[in-house]
């Protein structure tokens, strides 16, 4: 099983909500991440998580708050987000340390603010 | 800073033609390099990895080579057939990560296979 799982498919929120996107996997991967993709773009990196520990932040603004609660899951918590922010939103995982660390993504959360 | 080029952006083709993706970058110093499929709206599935130790990799009608010195890698497509329509990706993971992988992509091929 290669897969991961993301949910909601399809996101509309406004720009006061507060909303939270999530990413399973059951590979026993100890690397993952979030990325986001505007249209005709390549994904741009934003978090990743590595042994349930937060290893990399591109910079990412503040109403973007990651979470990795276990070693399947990780979340995506939303708040006041802006327009420009509406986007496909990406999570990966891959195993941790290896020269051949594969990574795998999910279907994607298609999100709209509003 | 690690630069990935991808030509062309985008590519026509009729059924049953080879083709040839090309993906160029400007760090050799990579562990691997990694091509991806993306069908409109969706996420990426992983093709072909190659490690930088590597020359090739095949994967059915799919050959991807790597020449690190140069810079550039091939993703070499036979006998192409409408379902293999989608952006094409490659991307690379620089030395240096231990803790996760920052991959760098590149602008993607659109690749049509016109029935």
């Known amino acids: 099983d290669t897969e991961v799982t993301q949910t909601p498919k399809h996101l509309v929120m406004g720009m006061t909500n507060k909303k939270s996107l999530k990413c399973e996997q059951h590979m026993g991967h100890r690397a993952m991440y979030w990325y986001k993709q505007k249209a005709k773009k390549p994904p741009e990196l934003m978090f990743v998580?590595?042994?349930?520990?937060?290893?990399i932040n591109e910079s990412v603004p503040s109403r973007f708050s990651p979470e990795c609660p276990n070693s399947s899951l990780l979340n995506l918590h939303l708040h006041a987000l802006q327009p420009e922010d509406s986007a496909l939103y990406l999570c990966a995982s891959s195993r941790f340390g290896l020269a051949e660390n594969i990574q795998y993504f999910g279907a994607g959360t298609r999100l709209s603010v509003l | 800073k690690q630069e990935v080029t991808q030509i062309p952006a985008a590519l026509s083709v009729p059924e049953g033609e080879n083709l040839v993706l090309n993906c160029s970058f400007t760090?050799?110093?990579?562990?691997?390099l990694q091509w991806f499929r993306q069908d409109p709206g969706k996420g990426l599935t992983s093709l072909l990895l190659i490690q930088s130790s590597q020359r090739e990799q095949t994967s059915g009608r799919l050959n991807a080579s790597l020449d690190k010195s140069s810079g550039r890698s091939t993703l070499y497509i036979a006998a192409s057939q409408p379902g293999d329509s989608a952006t094409y990706l490659c991307?690379?993971?620089?030395?240096?990560?231990?803790?996760?992988?920052?991959?760098?992509f590149g602008e993607g091929t659109q690749l049509t296979v016109n029935p």
């Open positions: 760090d050799s110093a990579i562990y691997n």
């Open positions: 998580y590595s042994y349930e520990k937060l290893s």
């Open positions: 991307a690379v993971r620089p030395m240096g990560e231990t803790s996760g992988s920052r991959l760098t």
